[in-house]
């Protein structure tokens, strides 16, 4: 069984899984699949709305996508989750990315 699979089948497991749906966006992200992927961290994120990396890896991909605007908002929102939950790390790689955005 492959990862990919093995994600979803942990999903219909535990389909309240935060990390499980973040980790399925980043199998997608490997494949290609930037909607896909958007959709699986938005999916994370409606689980858990301070899962800061899912917000870095939705806004790389919506940059990838040539969404800027979107990836822009997106990757605020994720340096406020990162700092509610008091992430240092991950709020100063959103905050290079915001950067990085412009």
């Known amino acids: 069984m492959s990862r990919f699979e093995a ?53 790389k991909a919506l940059q990838d996508l040539g969404r800027m605007e979107d990836a822009r908002r997106k990757v605020l929102s994720g340096v406020e989750a990162a700092r509610r939950g008091r992430d240092a790390r991950a709020a100063a790689e959103l905050e290079d990315l915001a950067e990085e955005l412009g």
Do not use: K, M, Q, W
């Open 7 to 59: 994600l979803h089948t942990l999903i219909s497991e535990n389909p309240g899984d935060a990390e499980l749906r973040y980790l399925l966006g980043l199998e997608h992200v490997n494949r290609g699949d930037l909607e896909l992927a958007l959709r699986c961290f938005d999916a994370c994120l409606e689980r858990n709305a301070d899962y800061a990396y899912a917000y870095f890896h939705a806004a």
